[in-house]
């Protein structure tokens, strides 16, 4: 760091106090440095060990073998999907550590200004443990929101982390109930938040499954991403900040230290129980994928992450729906789309969301993936949906995509309903009738008529043959009936002639 006026005294006595700590190591016992390469032989041992545990995602079937990596927990995920590609431990409750302020950020984001200002109190600045990551605010400074996420994505500073809570919730007490609020809100389900920053504390504990879900949702906000890209950033005097510094993310990836193609950013943490935790995002290939290591050594957070990343880059592709999938929406069925309807050529009223893909084996294909349908589109921010459709590969879901009704009928039919005026009935009747659209098949509609038609034809032949049958016999009947008299009055004068 650059260091303004109080900067300066505060690095003064950082230095003092490392020239006392180093006057003090000279009289330290041989045997202290004994005890730390154990310890550190022990850590790496750990590290190694931890190689060998199992790989979920190995025993699906053709599925591509993930590398062996010595992290207790790993995860590799498509954002745009959820698509877990790589799986280790996903489920098992560990420390996040100062990966934690992901979720922190997002809250800040979600609930605040840039320009809202951030006062620091008493509290955020001294409740912190002796050593803790920090930028040096003071009590009764302030900076805009838009520095504090910086503060916090690129210095991991804790005192930051807290007066961001503040400023949000009233209190860090309420702000990390949101926290846990929001977890469960996205899926969460082996989640707890003591906290803002992720400093140890027993009861603060995630899985990377868990953070995979925080961090989609915190790497599909553009801003947060560019912040957490950033290798330096420069913090500027101002009335209510008085000093003019710098300073540096600790995430080597994105400093260059460790260079990787389509870095989106990543966020770094580390404390004695939660050892090395690291979330990175890449995105290529029209797949952007996070990966999440839990207790890791240095360097191997960064090493295990590019070839995990690597791993999901090289293995799979990103197949889109609307271009491969015949089975929902066939190009000649007649219930989607029709060509000789009386009143002309008519386009489909269905299709594939076509922003929609699924995630598969490079070695496998459309033809490979089993597939369901459901009418249940509750949640979904689409109004144009009907249906959704999932796919799977040898039982591992790799995607799902949405069929919805046309664009273009939908825009014709506001344009239909807003012709019509534009006082608050006729708006009322816009959007209803934008949304309730009933979409019918012309030449469905034309064979109906003509069935029936040609049964009312039918019904009036049949009635008119009878009617004319039953003249004919009346007139018959009649001759008859005449033909019997003329006989019987015969009859009668030859009996009376007779006598």
């Not at 002796?130 to 210095?155: F, K, P, R």
């Not at 009233?170 to 469960?184: C, H, P, R, T, Y």
């Not at 209510?240 to 600790?250: A, G, K, L, R």
Request: glycine fraction near 4%; proline fraction near 2%.
């Amino acid at each position: 760091m650059i260091f303004g006026s109080s900067q300066k005294i505060k690095r003064a006595a950082v230095f003092a106090a490392s020239i006392i700590a180093a006057a003090s190591i000279l009289t330290v016992d041989s045997m202290s440095f004994i005890s730390y390469a154990e310890t550190a032989t022990d850590l790496q041992t750990a590290a190694e060990e931890r190689k060998s545990l199992p790989i979920q995602s190995n025993e699906i079937e053709n599925w591509p073998d993930g590398p062996e990596v010595s992290s207790e927990a790993a995860i590799v995920m498509d954002i745009n999907t959820g698509v877990i590609l790589y799986a280790k431990n996903i489920h098992e409750q560990l420390y996040p550590a100062s990966t934690t302020k992901i979720m922190t950020c997002l809250l800040a984001a979600e609930n605040s200004a840039l320009s809202d200002t951030v006062t620091f109190s008493y509290e955020a600045v001294h409740s912190l443990p002796s050593g803790a990551s920090n930028i040096g605010m003071d009590e009764g400074q302030s900076i805009t929101m838009e520095e504090a996420l910086y503060g916090i994505l690129v210095g991991s500073a804790n005192e930051v982390a807290n007066a961001v809570a503040e400023h949000v919730s009233g209190s860090i007490d309420d702000f990390v109930d949101l926290m846990n609020e929001k977890a469960a809100e996205l899926g969460c389900t082996d989640t707890h938040f003591a906290n803002t920053n992720g400093l140890h504390e027993d009861d603060h504990y995630t899985s990377v499954y868990d953070m995979a879900l925080i961090a989609s949702e915190f790497f599909s906000n553009e801003l947060l991403s560019r912040i957490s890209n950033t290798p330096r950033y420069h913090f500027v005097a101002t009335d209510t900040q008085p000093d003019d510094f710098y300073i540096s993310n600790t995430h080597a990836i994105v400093t260059g230290e460790y260079t990787y193609s389509g870095l989106v950013g990543g966020k770094t943490g580390y404390t004695n129980e939660a050892r090395r935790t690291l979330v990175t995002c890449a995105e290529r290939d029209g797949m952007k994928l996070v990966c999440i290591v839990f207790k890791n050594e240095a360097p191997s957070q960064y090493t295990d992450t590019i070839t995990l990343l690597d791993y999901g880059f090289n293995n799979f592709q990103a197949v889109n729906v609307a271009d491969n999938d015949e089975t929902y929406i066939p190009d000649d069925s007649a219930f989607f789309q029709s060509s000789s309807d009386i009143f002309g050529d008519s386009s489909a009223i269905l299709e594939f969301n076509e922003d929609d893909n699924i995630i598969i084996p490079t070695t496998a294909t459309m033809e490979d993936v089993d597939s369901s349908i459901s009418y249940d589109v509750t949640g979904l921010d689409n109004d144009r949906a009907i249906a959704v459709v999932s796919y799977t590969y040898n039982g591992q879901y790799v995607g799902s995509a949405t069929i919805q009704t046309v664009a273009t009928l939908s825009n014709s039919s506001t344009q239909w309903s807003s012709s019509a005026g534009t006082d608050s009935e006729n708006v009322e009747a816009e959007s209803f009738s934008t949304n309730n659209v009933i979409y019918i098949n012309v030449r469905y509609i034309v064979w109906i008529l003509l069935s029936v038609a040609f049964l009312i034809s039918m019904i009036a032949i049949v009635h008119s043959a009878l009617i004319h049958n039953h003249i004919i016999h009346s007139k018959e009947e009649r001759r008859r009936m005449r033909k019997r008299k003329r006989e019987s009055k015969k009859f009668k004068l030859n009996i009376d002639n007779y006598k």
